[in-house]
RNA sequence: GGGCAGUUAGCUCAGUGGUAGAGCAUCUCGUUUACACCGAGAGGGUCGGGAGUUCGAAACUCUCACUGCCCACCA
């Protein structure tokens, strides 16, 4: 089969993939001999589609996994999606709004029906996209996390974590976010920026005509104070502690409190208290044991709690109101602009309210000890390790982890309410029962909790869960603990240090060994990509431009550690035109009968070309593989572009053009072409595979051949030869094209001080490539010629009357002084003794060498340079 | 306020102690039968500033500046 003459991914792509995945090619094998490999996919929403973060993460997994399991490891590359209970109740309640519905008049069932249905419309979108991508997936073992295994064991985790007391419930403030109507953890919280105001408020002191003067951003809460907080210390303020004031507005008298909360240097050095809508304030209430008065329902609208003006106002409408209604009192001091952080839900957008509501908690401080210990002792290894730090920070000072959410997309939370309000957490309703059995003695109706949990608890179990937890099935046994996780930092704290938690207690052994965190995925300026900047790139509309594996090598060249990912599109139509290279130098090949012989040796080979590019290429081996064992994937792609442009294509196959038709030569260039299209797989799974097709008989697939590992003597002095012919060239190339000599002109070339040998070996080389005429040796620089030096050779070229000598002269000046400065600068070196004393032997040696070197060019040029009259 | 990155050619980035590199862009030349999504060549950098360690620093230490991000706080 002839190769089509331009590279025309899209012809290819598809059915590639597809024979991949019903070749069996994917899966894992667990009663396999070889080493189990396991990644877990970061589960995508399953109702979500591919863009660039996803792309590049999946790419950086695809790429280790396709190594791996060339190199002979049982892989496990785990494939599934996560139900992201917020993202998708979102859509889906937004979907039902347009139809004029909404979920509660609905009911749960109806609803739950509903997004059931959405997610299997669309849930294969994604899966979809990870195919097009490339990603080779154990596509039968796919896991989603609301599967009924799985959803067995979140409730064994609850129902363990409740009776070891690390699950709990409580009434507490937490950040509940009044749009979706539901409480969400510290995590979920955006601190945004916001330009707003400092309301100065006066509050008249009981009792004296004095005024107390608070300082507040939300206006609204004080319908809400119990108390004024002043420093104990405060010189001018210490006094009051202990008197009233007189609340405006509600008329409730509430205490001056001395407490060191209050700061002297902020505002007015009074501050309004406010327990049950501030975190700081709350905790002021507690050690004064001050009333929590909550003045709003869950929408965030003012209650009955509140001067009967007041109620059912939305907060927003609340804040206009009663500054007004101060103002009118003479009470409003004055309004100062002020910036200010404001706490926003990452998905609603809307500022959360601090909210008094009894919500399930975990015990994350007790579980997160094992989980910092496992990451201290290097049980699990970050790379970049300095992401350690980061893990560190938060584990230190975590918080409890409010898991309850009051959405219905999710796991429903495995408790039930007595009719006295005793709670029975289970695995089951029926187990539930059996409890309650014992406790009331009687058959009595039991009401289970309505709320479900946050996405991420479920998440936290996927690295044990997907592979059958709690059976000890033979997948836990063989690919727990999993060999790495790759990962965005953006999720240290949502889900690895979860999975870390979640994984030593329940299995007792880490989830992964190692945590590869990647890049973030920036446009070309460095930002953040979002549908309202505009900056988006498809992933799918580059792969439809430019191919797979474009997109793929450009994110594996760019993914230095440490580094965001700024996105151009003109790096993947660079690599596009990599992948045209390639192609072109396979169809070369083919064209000239170049078939890949297994038997073929490479250590055996006798020209000196061949022997250069079989060594090169077990050192590109080498190269790869270690960059590769070391996640420098950009180091790694680098190398290959350049080897395959650079050397293979650009000196290989231009040397070998005029011996095409050697025997040797042509199983050398399919041997040498063969083990390119396997190092290369990896990072470009298409065209390494369409192009193995042609070269190999009996239909085979590249992705299951072994990485390439080879016992080959050294040789050395083939590969110095072959650089010395180079040099040559390149000299001989430079100076023809600084001297303006046609390219079509071919030139005769004299040598001085040259091994013959060198010259005689590779004279058809260098004349063809070097386009010349004749080769002589010659003892003497002749008067009127061009001249370089190179390696201690000088190359003549006499060109009387096509070249200008002032120019030629001006040329060579330069040159000897370029060289003139090295040596000089060496020599001063080699002159210090300090130097000579200190630095290490071969570091002398090498200065040395340099210097008779930098000496014999300018000398060399000199010579030149006076015969050029 | 605390922390982590980054600062090297016009742009995007490699380079962790021994003569500053690549890709893209730019310029010159070139349709030599794999490739114009190409070939040959060239120009372009006081490695953010300063100090220190060292025989020797882009690299190590300190410091300053700027950029980005994370965490916390914000009356």
């Known amino acids: 089969m002839a190769l089509e003459k331009n590279y025309d991914p899209s012809a290819f792509e598809g059915p590639l993939y597809e024979r991949w995945e019903k070749s069996g090619a994917f899966a894992c094998d667990p009663d396999s001999k070889a080493g189990p490999y396991c990644i877990m996919i970061p ?22 996994v396709r190594f791996k399991r060339m190199q002979g490891y049982d892989v496990l590359w785990q494939p599934g999606t996560d139900h992201a209970g917020i993202a998708t109740q979102m859509v889906v309640e937004r979907q039902l709004a347009q139809e004029g519905l909404d979920r509660r008049s609905m009911g749960r069932k109806a609803f739950l029906e509903r997004v059931w249905a959405w997610k299997e419309e669309s849930g294969g979108t994604i899966t979809r996209q990870l195919r097009r991508l490339g990603a080779s997936l154990d596509w039968p073992r796919e896991r989603f996390t609301m599967d009924p295994a799985l959803n067995r064991a979140v409730n064994k985790v609850f129902v363990q974590l409740y009776r070891e007391s690390l699950i709990y419930k409580d009434k507490r403030l937490v950040n509940w976010d009044p749009k979706l109507l539901t409480a969400i953890s510290d995590l979920e919280v955006e601190q945004r920026e916001i330009k707003g105001h400092l309301w100065h408020f006066k509050y008249p002191v009981e009792g004296s005509d004095d005024f107390i003067i608070v300082a507040t951003t939300r206006p609204e809460t004080m319908l809400g104070d119990t108390a004024v907080a002043v420093h104990p210390e405060h010189p001018a303020l210490k006094s009051l502690i202990g008197k009233n004031v007189r609340l405006p507005l509600v008329g409730r008298l509430i205490p001056i409190v001395g407490d060191d909360y209050a700061d002297p240097e902020k505002g007015t050095g009074a501050v309004k208290i406010t327990p049950a809508h501030d975190f700081n304030d709350f905790e002021v209430g507690k050690r004064h044991d001050l009333p929590k008065i909550n003045i709003f329902d869950a929408h965030a609208r003012l209650n009955d709690e509140v001067p009967e003006a007041f109620r059912r106002m939305d907060r927003f409408e609340a804040r206009k109101a009663v500054v007004a209604a101060m103002e009118e009192l003479g009470l409003l001091d004055k309004i100062e602009p002020y910036v200010h952080t404001v706490p926003h839900g990452d998905r609603s957008g809307v500022p959360i309210e601090p909210w008094l509501s009894e919500q399930w908690y975990c015990d994350a401080q007790t579980l997160a000890a094992p989980a910092l210990r496992a990451v201290e002792e290097g049980q699990t290894n970050f790379v970049p390790a300095q992401w350690a730090n980061t893990y560190y920070a938060w584990m230190r000072n975590i918080e409890p982890w409010c898991i309850s959410r009051q959405l219905w997309w999710g796991h429903q939370i495995p408790a039930w309410y007595g009719p006295d309000g005793r709670i029975f957490v289970a695995h089951d309703e029926e187990e539930a029962q059996k409890e309650a059995l014992e406790v009331y003695g009687k058959e009595t109706a039991l009401q289970r909790d309505e709320d479900v949990l946050d996405t991420w608890f479920s998440a936290a179990l996927w690295p044990f869960s997907t592979l ?83 997109l793929r090598f450009t994110f594996c060249t760019m993914s230095t550690p440490g580094r965001n990912i700024k996105l151009d599109v003109a790096r993947v139509e660079g690599n596009r035109n990599f992948a045209t290279k390639l192609w072109s130098a396979a169809r070369y090949a083919q064209m000239n009968d170049c078939r890949y012989d297994p038997k073929f040796d490479p250590d055996k080979v006798t020209q000196t070309v061949n022997q250069w590019i079989t060594r090169e290429t077990a050192s590109l081996a080498r190269g790869v593989s270690a960059h590769l064992e070391e996640y420098r994937l950009d180091l790694a792609a680098q190398e290959v572009y350049e080897f395959v442009w650079h050397r293979f294509c650009d000196w290989y196959l231009e040397f070998t053009k005029p011996v095409r038709d050697l025997a040797e030569v042509k199983a050398c260039t399919a041997w040498v072409l063969v083990q390119i299209l396997k190092i290369l797989h990896p990072f470009m799974p298409f065209i390494t595979e369409a192009l193995w097709e042609p070269f190999v008989e009996g239909g085979s697939l590249l992705m299951k051949q072994d990485w390439p590992v080879y016992k080959m003597s050294a040789r ?8 010395k012919v180079i040099n040559i060239i390149s000299a001989i190339r430079a100076t023809r094209a600084a001297l303006n000599v046609p390219a079509g002109a071919k030139i ?22 070097a386009r010349l005429d004749s080769i002589a040796f010659t003892e003497n620089v002749p008067r009127a010629s061009a001249v370089d030096v190179v390696d201690g050779i000088t190359l003549i070229m006499p060109l009387e009357g096509v070249i200008d000598f002032d120019k030629e002269r001006v040329r060579l000046q330069k040159e000897a002084a370029k060289w003139a400065d090295l040596a000089e600068k060496t020599a001063a070196k080699l002159a210090n003794e300090d130097f000579t004393a200190r630095a290490p032997q071969e570091v002398l040696e090498e200065h040395q060498e340099r210097l008779t070197q930098a000496r014999a060019m300018e000398e060399k040029l000199g010579t030149a340079l006076r015969a050029l009259g």
């Open 43 to 64: 589960p995508p929403n399953v109702t979500g589609s591919l863009h660039m973060g996803h792309a590049l993460t999946f790419t950086v997994q695809d790429t280790l």
């Open 468 to 550: 059958g937890w709690p059976e000890q099935t033979p997948e836990l046994a063989r690919y727990y603990p999993t060999s790495v996780l790759v990962t965005g930092f953006d999720i240290i704290f949502f889900w690895v240090a979860r999975m870390m938690m979640m994984g030593l207690h329940f299995t007792g052994n880490v989830p992964f060994k190692t945590v590869y965190i990647h890049a973030l995925v920036r446009d070309k300026k460095g930002q953040k990509m979002s549908k309202s900047k505009g900056n988006i790139i498809d992933p799918l509309e580059i792969i439809d431009s430019y191919g797979c594996d474009a």
């Open 748 to 769: 005769p070339l004299l040598v001085k001080d040259a091994d013959a040998q060198t010259f005689e070996a590779h004279k058809e080389l260098i004349q063809t490539l």
């Open 716 to 723: 050395t002095e083939a590969t110095e030869e072959i650089n």
